[in-house]
C-alpha cells in the first residue's frame, strides 16, 4: 500500500513516520514538506533506517505521483499533517484531482478541518469561514472506539487530542441517560507541550514550562465543540472544559465531573463503560486514577471510574501525540484496509 505524507516536517508527521516503520504492509511513498532539499531524516534526527533516507519533495509533485500510481493501479493512502487551515485550503484546491482517483484513494487529515459537522460550527469554534464548507460532515469522524471506522470509509477526520480524552470519559455515561443535563459538566485536562506542535513558542519554551502549571482558553476550548457535535448530542448538554498547560511533554490527564440524576446513584458505573468498550483492544477501565506513565509511548487510553455521592468522576489517561494524534491515525488507517487495529501500534507505556 503506497502512503503519501504531506506536511513531513510537523510533530504528529514524525509520529507516523516512526510507527510505520515498523509496519508489514505500508511502505511510504513520498513526503512532503515545505523543504524538499532535505531527507526525512534531517526533519526526524530520531529516525533511522532506510526511511530516513527517503527525500522530501515538492508539494507539487504529488498530484503527478497520485495520478501515475492510480493508472497502475496501485492503492494510495494519503495522510495530511498541514496546520488547521492549510489543510482545507489545499483539499479545495485539488479536490477534483482527487476526487478523480475514486475508491482507490483513502485520505486521513490529523488537522481540525474537517472534524465538524456544519459551516456554522467550524466558524464559532475557529473564528474564520470554512474554505470548502460542502465538505463539513462528509467525513467519517476517527474516533474508533465510539464512531466505526471501516473498509467503506475512504476520508477520515481524527479528532483533537482533547476531543478524544473528553469523548472517551463522557460518552459511555452520556448514553446511559442517567447524567443530569440541567447542570453543568465540568472537565479540566491538562496536555503536555508537545500539545502545541514542533514549533516552539513562549508558552511551550522550556524554561517557561519546566516547574509551571497554567490555565489557558478560560472563556472556551475549540475542542469542546467535538464533543458537543450532532454526531454525539441531539440537544447538548452544558460542558465547561478547563485546559492546562503542564511540565511535561507528552500525555493528557483528563477529569470530567458528571453530574447524576438520581437513578444514576446506584448504577454500576465502571461495569457500564467496560461494557461500551468490551471490544476497544487500546481501552482500559479500572476504578484507580490512571497515571500518565502508564500511557506514554502507547496507543492506550486508561480510564478511572468512581462515583462520590451525585457526582460521577471519570479521569482518562492518554498520550497525546499517539492515542491523541497519529497513533489513532494509523488505528484508523488499519480498519479503513482491513487490518488488525493493533497493527504495528504500541499497547505498553514507557513506565519510566
Same mark, same amino acid.
Given at each position: 500500500?503506497?502512503?503519501h505524507l504531506v506536511g513531513a516536517?510537523? #510533530?504528529?508527521?514524525?509520529? *507516523?513516520?516512526?510507527?510505520?516503520?515498523?509496519?508489514?504492509?505500508? $511502505? #511510504?511513498?513520498?513526503?512532503?514538506?515545505?523543504?524538499?532539499?532535505?531527507?526525512?531524516?534531517?526533519?526526524?534526527?530520531?529516525?533511522?533506517?532506510?526511511?530516513?533516507?527517503?527525500?522530501?519533495? +515538492?508539494?507539487?509533485?504529488?498530484?503527478?505521483?497520485?495520478?501515475?500510481?492510480?493508472?497502475?493501479?496501485?492503492?494510495?493512502?494519503?495522510?495530511?499533517?498541514?496546520?488547521?487551515?492549510?489543510?482545507?485550503?489545499?483539499?479545495?484546491?485539488?479536490?477534483?484531482?482527487?476526487?478523480?482517483?475514486?475508491?482507490?484513494l483513502r485520505i486521513l487529515d490529523l488537522s481540525a478541518d474537517f =472534524?465538524?459537522?456544519?459551516?456554522?460550527?467550524?466558524?464559532?469554534?475557529?473564528?474564520?469561514?470554512?474554505?470548502?464548507?460542502? +465538505?463539513?460532515?462528509?467525513?467519517?469522524?476517527?474516533?474508533?472506539? #465510539?464512531?466505526?471506522?471501516?473498509?467503506? &470509509?475512504?476520508?477520515?477526520?481524527?479528532?483533537?487530542?482533547?476531543?478524544?480524552?473528553? $469523548?472517551?470519559?463522557?460518552?459511555?455515561?452520556?448514553?446511559?441517560?442517567?447524567?443530569?443535563?440541567?447542570?453543568?459538566?465540568?472537565?479540566?485536562?491538562?496536555?503536555?507541550?508537545?500539545?502545541? %506542535?514542533?514549533?516552539?513558542?513562549?508558552?511551550?519554551?522550556?524554561?517557561?514550562?519546566?516547574?509551571?502549571?497554567?490555565?489557558?482558553?478560560?472563556?472556551?476550548?475549540?475542542?469542546?465543540?467535538?464533543?458537543?457535535?450532532?454526531?454525539?448530542?441531539?440537544?447538548?448538554?452544558?460542558?465547561?472544559?478547563?485546559?492546562?498547560?503542564?511540565?511535561? =511533554?507528552?500525555?493528557?490527564?483528563?477529569?470530567?465531573?458528571?453530574?447524576?440524576?438520581?437513578?444514576? +446513584?446506584?448504577?454500576?458505573?465502571?461495569?457500564? *463503560?467496560? +461494557?461500551?468498550?468490551?471490544?476497544?483492544?487500546?481501552?482500559?477501565? %479500572?476504578?484507580?486514577?490512571?497515571?500518565?506513565? $502508564?500511557?506514554?509511548?502507547?496507543?492506550?487510553?486508561?480510564?478511572?471510574?468512581? =462515583?462520590?455521592?451525585?457526582?460521577?468522576?471519570?479521569?482518562?489517561?492518554?498520550?497525546?501525540?499517539?492515542?491523541?494524534?497519529?497513533?489513532?491515525?494509523? &488505528?484508523? #488507517?488499519?480498519?479503513?484496509?482491513?487490518?488488525?487495529?493493533?497493527?504495528?501500534?504500541?499497547?505498553?507505556?514507557?513506565?519510566?
Amino acid at each position: 500500500m503506497a502512503l503519501h505524507l504531506v506536511g513531513a516536517n510537523g #510533530l504528529l508527521a514524525g509520529e *507516523f513516520l516512526r510507527l510505520i516503520a515498523a509496519h508489514p504492509h505500508l $511502505q #511510504l511513498a513520498g513526503a512532503y514538506a515545505r523543504r524538499a532539499d532535505v531527507v526525512i531524516e534531517d526533519l526526524h534526527p530520531h529516525l533511522g533506517g532506510a526511511l530516513a533516507r527517503v527525500a522530501i519533495a +515538492e508539494l507539487s509533485q504529488l498530484p503527478q505521483r497520485l495520478h501515475a500510481e492510480h493508472q497502475a493501479g496501485q492503492p494510495q493512502v494519503l495522510l495530511l499533517c498541514l496546520p488547521h487551515g492549510v489543510a482545507a485550503r489545499w483539499y479545495a484546491e485539488h479536490s477534483q484531482q482527487l476526487e478523480a482517483l475514486g475508491d482507490d484513494l483513502r485520505i486521513l487529515d490529523l488537522s481540525a478541518d474537517f =472534524r465538524l459537522q456544519s459551516e456554522r460550527a467550524y466558524q464559532a469554534a475557529y473564528g474564520t469561514a470554512h474554505p470548502c464548507a460542502p +465538505e463539513l460532515g462528509q467525513w467519517a469522524y476517527g474516533l474508533p472506539e #465510539l464512531h466505526p471506522i471501516g473498509p467503506q &470509509q475512504r476520508r477520515v477526520a481524527l479528532p483533537g487530542c482533547f476531543a478524544t480524552a473528553m $469523548q472517551l470519559a463522557v460518552m459511555p455515561a452520556a448514553a446511559s441517560g442517567l447524567l443530569d443535563t440541567a447542570s453543568p459538566w465540568i472537565l479540566h485536562g491538562v496536555t503536555g507541550s508537545s500539545g502545541s %506542535g514542533a514549533t516552539a513558542l513562549a508558552t511551550t519554551h522550556h524554561p517557561h514550562r519546566d516547574g509551571n502549571f497554567r490555565a489557558y482558553a478560560l472563556g472556551g476550548h475549540r475542542h469542546e465543540a467535538e464533543l458537543l457535535a450532532p454526531r454525539n448530542f441531539e440537544h447538548p448538554p452544558t460542558v465547561d472544559f478547563s485546559a492546562h498547560s503542564g511540565p511535561f =511533554r507528552r500525555g493528557i490527564h483528563l477529569h470530567a465531573v458528571l453530574p447524576l440524576l438520581p437513578a444514576g +446513584e446506584d448504577h454500576d458505573w465502571p461495569a457500564t *463503560f467496560s +461494557e461500551v468498550y468490551a471490544d476497544a483492544p487500546f481501552l482500559q477501565v %479500572g476504578s484507580e486514577a490512571p497515571e500518565l506513565r $502508564q500511557v506514554v509511548g502507547s496507543n492506550r487510553a486508561l480510564l478511572g471510574v468512581h =462515583r462520590r455521592g451525585r457526582l460521577l468522576h471519570v479521569l482518562c489517561a492518554l498520550d497525546n501525540t499517539l492515542k491523541g494524534g497519529a497513533g489513532q491515525a494509523l &488505528q484508523c #488507517l488499519n480498519l479503513m484496509l482491513g487490518w488488525p487495529p493493533t497493527t504495528a501500534l504500541p499497547l505498553a507505556g514507557l513506565g519510566y
